[in-house]
């Protein structure tokens, strides 16, 4: 069989060619290679998400196998669950022996130190159901009915504060679908339901959590570092995003359905003057002090190694050395093995070396590297705020951890259908991310802010210290 091999267009033969068919060529050469490094995008050379590529495609893990077993190997530290004091215990049952084991001769006493074993399991659920008797009582001087009252904090619906926060978290926490909700209460709490329940709970939910949510909201703009990231959402037949603000002690969800920098305006305000850890897309260029994520940069570094230019290919391994040196120096720093004043001398050789290569690529004429190495070294600045700040990390992986949970939310829901539940998908998010943050039982939290808005009293805080 003969096999064709696609002909090389070298600088020879392009030489041979007018001008004009010369230019044309070159043109198609550029998108040709445009396209094959579009093609060649994987989650390692791009912002592509890890979501996109199948594990099976992942390549091999270049860390050899220690062809250890898997599991626990010997000696190493034991984990098994403790057990609890005897009078804790639902029910103690003393297992006695009646006979020798070897002569079976008859056995009597007991043991003061017996082997302890115990069996954990849960009790058969009954809900708890209370029933408030409304008597009507006739006046007998103006004959006027008049009917008892429901007590104060007593909802007019049929569920109760621990029941509502139980659905809300099912739904946002856990990722259930309103049907397996219902499914759930009726099969394993005997709880009677339907989805169209499981809506109703749902917006209490909501109502309960909401005045915690605009109270986060609203301290959004006294933060000094934020991490934020947004992620393409779906609510009903229009593309939204959801975005994500990474403050301190809590974090914060907002689903709207534009990605411009209106939203930033609309929850920071234009004149937030605070450090915004986030990616290079242009809605963060205005608001506050950009740190430029790091991580970002290194997979553009390696789609620039990856690409078929050797020119492109160069640079990308010449950036790529100096970006490794300096994770390298912010892990160590990170954990304590350097002092930071040592770790800012240790970046200023390695700042120096790559101003100067993005400096070579932007007037490198080469169409692949000006354009990015000119935004880059414009705005040089952003990529080293991590330097002079204190506190800000030279990456954004906190908002992006943060956006996980919710993005496999949305993969397993297909997005929300309207305005109401894309309400409740942000502030459930935002209540079970804070308190995750804060070591708070979300359960517990949630349960305290419907109790209160069935009561009319003030919600819970999520902000420390109030």
């Not at 998108?31 to 995008?41: T, Y």
């Not at 779906?234 to 603000?245: G, I, N, V």
């Not at 929300?416 to 502030?427: C, I, L, N, P, Y």
Request: charged share 25%; hydrophobic share 35%; glycine share 6%.
């Amino acid at each position: 069989m003969v096999m064709s091999q696609e002909p090389l267009i070298t600088e020879e033969l392009l030489a041979r060619q007018s001008p004009e068919a010369q230019a044309i060529i070159r043109i198609l050469l550029a998108k040709i290679a445009e396209l094959e490094s579009r093609l060649n995008k994987t989650p390692r050379n791009s912002s592509l998400p890890p979501s996109v590529e199948h594990p099976h495609a992942k390549p091999t893990p270049q860390q050899q196998k220690s062809g250890k077993k898997q599991g626990g190997q010997p000696g190493h530290t034991k984990f098994e669950r403790a057990l609890i004091p005897t009078e804790q215990c639902a029910e103690v049952v003393a297992v006695v022996p009646k006979a020798c084991r070897r002569c079976g001769e008859r056995l009597a006493g007991s043991d003061p130190q017996p082997l302890r074993h115990q069996v954990w399991e849960i009790p058969e659920i009954t809900p708890l159901v209370t029933e408030y008797q409304r008597h009507r009582l006739t006046c007998p001087g103006c004959s006027t009915s008049t009917c008892g009252e429901l007590p104060a904090g007593v909802p007019e619906s049929q569920a109760g504060p621990r029941l509502v926060a139980l659905v809300g978290l099912l739904m946002g926490c856990f990722k259930q679908s309103k049907r397996r909700v219902a499914l759930f209460l009726e099969q394993i709490l005997n709880q009677p339901c339907s989805s169209g329940w499981v809506v109703k709970l749902q917006n209490q939910a909501t109502a309960a959590a909401t005045p915690a949510y605009e109270e986060l909201a609203s301290n959004l703009p006294t933060q000094s570092v934020l991490g934020i990231d947004e992620s393409p959402h779906k609510e009903a037949r229009l593309k939204s995003w959801l975005w994500t603000f990474v403050a301190n002690t809590y974090t914060l969800f907002a689903l709207r359905t534009t990605r411009a920098a209106t939203v930033l305006d609309e929850l920071l305000t234009k004149n937030y003057k605070g450090v915004v850890n986030c990616d290079r897309a242009k809605m963060y260029w205005k608001i506050g002090r950009p740190q430029w994520c790091w991580a970002h940069l290194k997979r553009d570094f390696q789609a620039l190694i990856d690409h078929p230019d050797p020119q492109v290919k160069r640079l990308g391994r010449d950036l790529m050395r100096p970006t490794k040196e300096l994770f390298r120096h912010w892990a160590r720093c990170r954990d304590g093995t350097v002092t930071r004043a040592k770790t800012l001398q240790l970046m200023q050789p390695i700042r120096k070396t790559i101003d100067s290569l993005l400096l070579r690529g932007a007037f490198s004429e080469n169409p692949r590297l000006v354009g990015m190495c000119n935004e880059l070294s414009n705005h040089r600045d952003w990529l080293w705020t991590f330097l002079d700040v204190k506190g800000v990390e030279p990456t954004n992986n906190v908002s992006e951890r943060a956006l996980r949970p919710a993005v496999i939310w949305r993969k397993l829901s297909f997005g929300t259908q309207s305005a109401r539940g894309s309400r409740f998908v942000e502030t459930i998010l935002t209540v079970v991310e804070t308190c995750r943050r804060q070591s708070r039982n979300s359960f517990q939290f949630l349960t305290e802010a419907v109790t209160a808005h069935f009561e009319g009293k003030p919600a819970p805080s999520l902000l420390t210290g109030v």
